[in-house]
């Protein structure tokens, strides 16, 4: 009795060997080992646009990029950074997209692991007579219950490169993430300082406005008594209203620049204005920033990190592809309960099963399997063009920064003296016209070119901050002292 069901599993024994067989030389994995690109920089980087006050050899240390911009000092840029990091709605994108390749890196690691599916069902049928002579007619009951399983087991390595590329893909999303948070904390504390920076020129322009006012009531009252002429008092009139021409703008300046920032916090454009339209201080950073080693910056950029993942996704992509040049294995099994009858369902008499290996492959596709494969590589090499595209622009953005960082505070310095020259000029024009030794004339000249030499000094110390913010980003700082805060936003966000 024992024979026959012993012989009838043998069968299924041999189709579970050869598919422990099949699993053990699954260690095969087809296409490309990804390697990463050797990428070679001058050891000169960053020496020759070092600030002339910091010795060339300051030049490889490595920047503290620790939340680099506490360093202006100014209480309501790191209000305004810490409220972005949670709100940004640029960032929140950014964090749907990392959800979502590590979703689908689940999606690909499940594909190593058998599938299993139950099911139940009723049916009552009859018999036509017609169409069955001889047969007799009447109807019948069937009640089934059982569980069927597939496992395509991975002999050639084609899902296992599918989950490398998905890995590689949400690593690439997450440097992503790093640099969407990098951009926007330089696009708030670039915003910020050009706030602030219109609210200097603005009290500038209408500091200016007032000395020009008082130059003017003090010509009409020389009018008045007959000791000046009508052409003195147009003058004044004409460079006061000049100088008030310039307010507008910078108060249109000022207001969108505050809109700027309410939008980078997620918020309506307007709803910064109560908190930031009083006046404040242009913030200003550190003299001096070193570049550091190539090396180290090429590491810390998120965006050359998130270029040479790609190329890893893609080369991994290579090998999903070559795959498909090759068997499938498939190892399926069916087991469950069958009966006419409800009463004699669960009895073993009505047991089934079934148990087997598959194979399939593909033997002629028009070369179909082939072409898939050229057209990843290509991919491939795509990346791997971007990436020393990426790599360029990152070494630019940091030697571009350093230049210009360092240009304008000399420039600044310059001004700073020009702006004393010309205030000098204008107390000497105006105690000399008032003791006729020189005309009316000198004295509006001098008092144009003290604005022209304080408005472009505002201008530059607004543009000395603003290359910093831009050399903090070309050096890829910030996000990784914002980790916890992301994280954290994370985590408050609803599971859909």
């Not at 599916?117 to 007579?129: L, M």
């Not at 790093?178 to 920076?197: D, F, H, K, P, S």
């Not at 950073?285 to 550091?292: D, K, S």
């Not at 810390?300 to 592809?321: F, K, L, N, Y």
Request: hydrophobic share 40%; net charge neutral.
């Amino acid at each position: 009795m024992n024979e026959p069901r012993s012989a009838a599993a043998r069968p299924a024994l041999a189709a579970l060997a050869l598919s422990l067989g099949l699993v053990l030389v699954a260690g095969c994995t087809v296409g490309p080992d990804y390697k990463a690109p050797d990428t070679k920089v001058s050891d000169n980087f960053g020496v020759a646009t070092q600030p002339a006050t910091q010795p060339a050899s300051q030049s490889t240390t490595q920047p503290d990029l620790t939340r680099w911009w506490e360093s202006f000092n100014d209480p309501a840029l790191n209000k305004l950074v810490a409220e972005a990091v949670k709100s940004n709605l640029d960032l929140k994108l950014a964090q749907a997209r990392v959800r979502q390749a590590r979703a689908d890196l689940g999606f690909n690691e499940a594909g190593l692991f058998p599938t299993l599916d139950g099911g139940a069902g009723f049916s009552r049928s009859r018999v036509s007579k017609n169409a069955n002579p001889g047969v007799p007619v009447g109807t019948r009951n069937l009640y089934q219950a059982g569980f069927d399983a597939g496992w395509e087991i991975d002999v050639f390595g084609g899902n296992r490169r599918a989950i490398e590329s998905a890995q590689y893909t949400l690593e690439a999303q997450t440097d992503a993430e790093q640099a969407t948070r990098i951009t926007l904390l330089a696009e708030v504390a670039r915003n910020y300082v050009l706030l602030r920076g219109f609210q200097h020129e603005l009290a500038i322009v209408r500091r200016n406005v007032a000395t020009q006012e008082d130059t003017l009531s003090l010509q009409r009252q020389k009018f008045d008594a007959g000791i000046a002429s009508d052409l003195t008092v147009a003058q004044a009139e004409a460079l006061v209203t000049d100088t008030r021409a310039q307010i507008p703008p910078l108060e249109a300046g000022t207001r969108q620049a505050i809109h700027r920032l309410g939008v980078l916090l997620g918020q309506e454009p307007a709803s910064l204005v109560a908190e930031l339209i009083e006046p404040q201080r242009i913030p200003s950073g550190p003299p001096t920033v070193p570049a550091g080693l190539p090396s180290e910056l090429l590491r810390r950029r998120p965006d050359v990190r998130q270029a040479e993942r790609g190329i890893a996704a893609a080369t991994a992509s290579i090998g999903v592809a070559t795959a498909d040049l090759f068997p499938k294995f498939t190892l399926n099994g069916t087991l469950g309960l069958s009966s006419a009858k409800a009463s004699n369902f669960a009895e073993a008499a009505s047991g089934y099963w079934s148990v087997g290996p598959a194979m399939t492959w593909r033997l002629f596709d028009a070369g179909r399997i082939r072409a898939n494969i050229r057209s990843k590589e290509a991919v491939r090499d795509q990346h791997f063009v971007q990436y020393q595209q990426v790599v360029l622009q990152a070494l630019s953005e940091v030697e571009d920064a350093l230049v210009a960082y360092d240009r304008e505070q000399a420039r600044q310095t310059i001004l700073r003296a020009s702006v004393a020259s010309n205030r000098r000029s204008v107390d000497l024009a105006t105690k000399l016209n008032g003791a006729g030794v020189v005309d009316f004339l000198n004295v509006l000249a001098t008092q144009q070119a003290l604005l022209a030499a304080e408005d472009q000094l505002a201008r530059s110390d607004q543009a000395v901050s603003t290359n910093l913010v831009a050399l903090y980003k070309a050096l890829g700082g910030g996000w990784e002292t914002t980790e916890p805060v992301a994280e954290a936003a994370k985590a408050e966000e609803p599971r859909r």
